[in-house]
T-cell receptor, first 109, second 115 residues
Framework: GQNIDQPTEMTATEGAIVQINCTYQ??????LFWYQQHAGEAPTFLSY??LDGLEEKGRFSSFLSRSKGYSYLLLKELQMKDSASYLC??????????WGAGTKLIIKP | ETGVTQTPRHLVMGMTNKKSLKCEQH?????MYWYKQSAKKPLELMFV???????ENNSVPSRFSPECPNSSHLFLHLHTLQPEDSALYLC??????????????FGAGSRLTVL
């Protein structure tokens, strides 16, 4: 079966750095997505990786290793507004999106 | 309005009621989706429409009935629901279902409670 694993919850301190990991086993691979979802709000697109390596976008970076079935989302200079759930999703060979259950990130002052 | 708009934001219904969820997108997208989001579970894809044609029905019970009158509007008709259907129902849209990164734009969801 297809599976996406990510930690259920993480806690970090304002101003620090946090890395949220995502491992996947899917039938084929056509890209990996990270979305951010604040409580009671719509998920919003953060990043898309289809080739190995690091994609940087301001305070957020996303890394992909296709051979290891592994990605991480790196958040730097954490702010209180970064408290949210972070959803990892992989598009398989049928162009279906397979979703993880999300990682709830709690930022403490 | 811009983006993807869902109404109502909150809905409480009895098991014998009939209600509908509405989704509207102002992005010029051709694909629209219904997802179910339950606490601590992955998003579950329910239905996909591409250019107004239903292309995906992921074994969803018949008490959920989608309708897509045009590329900008999507409805989810609800009838004889069960308490386990209580969840957040998210609508999303994308350019289509297969090109490029095909990023989804989500609405804020309709929180459904079935008594």
């Amino acid at each position: 079966g297809q599976n996406i694993d990510q930690p259920t919850e993480m806690t970090a301190t304002e101003g620090a750095i946090v890395q949220i990991n995502c491992t996947y086993q899917t039938s084929g691979f056509n890209g990996l997505f990270w979305y951010q979802q604040h409580a009671g709000e719509a998920p919003t697109f953060l990043s898309y990786n289809v080739l190995d390596g690091l994609e940087e976008k301001g305070r957020f970076s996303s890394f992909l290793s296709r051979s290891k079935g592994y990605s991480y989302l790196l958040l730097k200079e954490l702010q209180m507004k970064d408290s949210a759930s972070y959803l990892c999703a992989v598009r398989d060979s049928n162009y279906q999106l397979i979703w993880g259950a999300g990682t709830k990130l709690i930022i403490k002052p | 309005e811009t983006g993807v708009t869902q109404t109502p934001r909150h809905l409480v219904m009895g098991m014998t009621n009939k209600k509908s969820l509405k989704c509207e997108q102002h992005l010029g997208h051709n694909a629209m989706y219904w997802y179910k989001q339950s606490a601590k579970k992955p998003l579950e894809l329910m239905f996909v429409y591409n250019f107004k044609e239903q292309t995906e029905n992921n074994s969803v019970p018949s008490r959920f009935s989608p309708e897509c009158p045009n590329s900008s509007h999507l409805f989810l008709h609800l009838h004889t629901l069960q308490p386990e259907d209580s969840a957040l129902y998210l609508c999303a849209s994308s350019q289509d279902t297969s090109s490029g990164a095909n990023v989804l734009t989500f609405g804020a969801g309709s929180r459904l409670t079935v008594l």
